[in-house]
């Protein structure tokens, strides 16, 4: 697909978004800061608020819906219709009546029939409620822990939740989740299908550099509203049991710049750097050299850039490293209902991924009893997988260090970055005779609207991949979900997941290291030999590949 055909609508004036409604030219919108109901022209981006004299009926509503002659909304605990009488351009709303009071504060709303459906966050869960009478006709568990909007495309009911940056296709019968698609910008708040492409509209916060030419520090770190509408194109891949969306053409360069701080020598090295990875949602274009020549080499079936120095010395200049293009997109594995009982594990990987290999501290009795507390309550080998990860983040909070300290210590301590917190999951998955290993290695800047840019990824980052007998490597992600400030909510959105924005380098081994003649390794550390020059430009928006034919 062409780049074009990604275009984004910047609707103006707006501070916030909620829900979209397919219409004529476009889409219809609800801006709740300022209670305009809005009609969004996408062929030639104009916008137009259709109640000027009635906003106040929409200031602050949960969630809105449209049946073509009433104007359904939640505000609280309430549920209001309003009658919608046209005249012109302007649409006129009839003082809105109470239709039904629920339990507790809802948000989204989408009318069917002669049902209404609404999300709740508070009480995690979708009513279908008869609109004669405000029956309660079903409850179902509603996926995400984020403020949800729900709205039916076709004959499905969509929920699209803004802390998960996901939509879900839900079964409007069952409630069941048949599909999760993971969105390339964070906080969706509406989706809809126009004239066959589905629509996402977004609506958030953003930083900026804000400019003061009074103050003593002209350029000053602000925060604005951001709103916008983009294109969502995604594919499910049945044999795979995941879908993809929107991809980039990302180019990714790791150079490292030889700089030593203290004197040193070395002879005939070997400096080995892991090249990107092919995997379900990473694609590798080419790969180049920067700098000097390398060969590759494979650990564990990973492509390694090997560069060969006879000499290393402190009065030395060197540059080397690699360039790649790559074609990124995100995933999301779905979880078949009922899923219970898998293969066992092969004794190869029992071998291999169930053993303490890297200071795992796996027969520490802290470590030992985490790992049996962790998964009282879980049955399935899903269950184990979720309950694992969210009972590290009951008991951690981010904090970034330059070191990473063995997991009975970080455990204990209660504090650790995102290496401390795979290495406790590893410790508590192999316990608990689940193979499991570390992944990573960066993450491009999540600004996907900034093409031909260079950015710049200030750390790196790992997570952790498991083995699903069946289906092969997942990825759980260590510390993104982690909401510490809102330890109630438990997001699962990079559980069995990752954005475009994860670039996997080097999955199960180490991402670099420096090998000697006689295979040791030196006694100094690559920080204090040389300087990572890490970048990512972005080319192009892609469309996922369609899935092959049986």
Same mark, same amino acid.
């Given at each position: ?13 707006? &501070? ?40 106040? %009926? ?5 969630? /809105? ?29 009839? *003082? ?10 809802? *948000?989204? !709303? ?15 869960? !979708? ?48 409630? @069941?989740?048949? +599909? ?8 969706? $708040?509406?989706?809809?299908?126009? @004239?066959?492409?589905? %629509? ?9 550099? &804000? ?24 594919? %499910? ?18 150079? *490292? ?6 004197? $040193? ?9 892991? +090249? ?23 650990? @564990? ?20 490293? /690699? &360039? ?10 779905? !979880? ?5 009982? $898998?293969?066992? +594990? ?22 030992? *009893? ?42 204990? &301590? ?48 790992? /997570? ?33 997941? +990752? ?52």
């Amino acid at each position: 697909m062409a780049e074009a055909g990604f275009r984004t609508f910047h609707p103006p004036a707006l &501070r916030s978004l909620q829900g979209l409604i397919p219409w004529q030219e476009g889409l219809l919108s609800v801006d709740p800061r300022s209670g305009y109901w809005v009609s969004l022209n996408l062929s030639t981006e104009d916008i137009r608020i259709l109640n000027p004299d009635t906003t106040h %009926y929409l200031q602050d509503i949960g969630g /809105w819906s449209w049946d073509g002659q009433a104007l359904w909304f939640t505000d609280r605990e309430q549920v209001y219709v309003s009658q919608v009488q046209r005249a012109g351009e302007v649409w006129h709303l009839a *003082e809105p009546v109470v239709a039904c009071t629920l339990d507790d504060r809802a *948000e989204g !709303i989408s009318k069917r029939g002669e049902c209404l459906y609404i999300s709740s966050q508070g009480r995690g869960c !979708i009513w279908v409620i008869r609109v004669s009478d405000g029956k309660l006709l079903q409850s179902w568990p509603k996926p995400g822990v984020g403020i949800s909007q729900l709205t039916f495309i076709d004959d499905t009911l969509w929920l699209c939740d803004d802390i998960e940056q996901t939509l879900y296709q839900l079964d409007p019968q069952t409630g @069941q989740v048949q +599909l999760s698609v993971l969105t390339p910008y964070e906080h969706p $708040v509406g989706v809809a299908l126009w @004239q066959g492409r589905y %629509y996402v509209a977004y609506a958030g916060e953003e930083p900026y550099i &804000r400019d003061e030419p009074n103050a003593s520090q002209p350029l000053q770190l602000g925060f604005r509203d951001r709103v916008l509408i983009h294109p969502l194109v995604f594919r %499910y891949y049945p044999e795979g049991q995941y879908t993809l969306s929107n991809g980039y053409v990302l180019e990714l360069s790791y150079v *490292e710049e030889w700089s030593p701080l203290e004197a $040193v020598q070395l002879s005939q090295v070997e400096w080995r750097i892991a +090249l990107p990875a092919t995997t379900d949602r990473q694609r590798v274009r080419r790969v180049e050299p920067v700098g000097m020549p390398f060969t590759v080499d494979w650990e @564990q079936g990973q492509p390694v850039a090997v560069f060969r120095f006879d000499q290393l010395q402190q009065q030395q200049a060197h540059l080397f490293g /690699w &360039r790649a293009e790559l074609e990124v997109f995100s995933i999301k594995y779905q !979880i078949p209902p009922g899923a219970g009982t $898998v293969p066992p +594990l092969p004794p190869e990987l029992q071998q291999q991924y169930l053993i303490d290999d890297d200071e795992l501290s796996m027969d520490e009795p802290i470590i030992q *009893e985490a790992a049996r507390e962790a998964v009282a309550d879980a049955r399935t080998f899903a269950e184990k997988l979720l309950a694992i990860r969210n009972y590290v983040y009951d008991r951690m909070r981010y904090y970034m260090k330059s070191s990473i300290d063995p997991p009975h210590i970080a455990l204990k &301590r209660g504090t650790g970055s995102c290496g401390e917190y795979v290495g406790i999951m590893l410790a508590l998955l192999r316990l608990n005779g689940i193979a499991c290993r570390t992944a990573g290695r960066y993450k491009c800047p999540k600004t996907p609207e900034l093409k031909q840019v260079p950015l710049l990824p200030q750390f790196n980052h790992v /997570w952790l991949e498991v083995y699903w007998p069946g289906r092969g490597w997942l990825p759980i992600e260590s510390n993104t979900d982690h909401l510490p400030e809102r330890p109630w909510l438990q997001p699962q959105r990079f559980f069995l997941g +990752l954005a475009w924005f994860h670039l996997e380098l080097g999955r199960g081994i180490r991402f670099e290291r420096l090998r000697l003649p006689d295979g040791s390794r030196p006694e100094v550390g690559l920080g204090d030999l040389a300087i990572n020059h890490i970048g990512c430009i972005l080319h192009a928006e892609i469309a996922p590949p369609t899935p092959p034919d049986k």
